[in-house]
């Protein structure tokens, strides 16, 4: 990124700040969003400037990255069970679900203590608040009633580099991952994005396995991922039919460097 590039993204980060003063870890905040838009920008730089007579590179996808299952609650769960699940899951949201299983909105702490605040100490504030949602009588609530909607999802198939830009322009900590149809299946966290964008070894590692996971499950429980610097070591086993397509998987994935073959072949 060029530093017109990069004046130009913190006078936008700057921008959408309110005009108050920042609390403590604002500065953090617009960091981190200046990291994401550099990360971003190197990953298009490198694909874009890559000669044309080198092998196509496939990115780390949300599906390799993403926690799941992912905790939910219903629409129906009332304001007490939302604040409990809430510390359970030590989370500061979680996406509300349908009985399909089909995310209808997000609910959060700020949601919650909008509600709490309006009712205790300005009553007239609940309408502005939730002006747009659901009205429910003090007492009432519920996460339907509650929740922020829509909701702001990736898919599974995302790339990082795409739900990174959608994370970091929503101001999320973390997103939920839903299939096209809207069901449920993870969470994709910001700051595990960041690090993904960035090499970071452990967060690499993590995406690999879950790219082994994904297209070679047999494989999944017999091939131990390790990484330094960006360079995937694989040990372990695989049938024969396996281990060629599994590592040129990996040594074609980005943004691994170089891989170490220590694979052994067993019998199918």
Known sequence: MTERERFAAGAEARRAVPRHGWRPDEQQRQDALLRYVDAIANVSAAKTSRPAAQAPRTALLVRDLMTAPAPSVAGDTNLPDIVRALSEHGTGSLPVADTDGRVMGVVSEADLLAVVAARTHRPTAASQVRETRPTAEPGEETAETLMTTPAVTVQPDTTVSEAAWLVAL??????????????LVGTVHRHTLLDALLGVDA?????????????FPEAADTVEVTVKDGVVRLRGSVTGDEGARLLAEVKGLDPVSDVIDELTVRDG
Not at 177 to 183: I, K, S
Not at 203 to 215: C, D, K, P, W, Y
């Open 203 to 215: 967060t690499l590692a993590e995406g690999v396995q879950g790219r082994i996971r994904h297209m």
């Open 170 to 183: 929503s101001r999320l900590k973390r997103a939920p991952v839903a299939e096209p149809d809207g069901r």
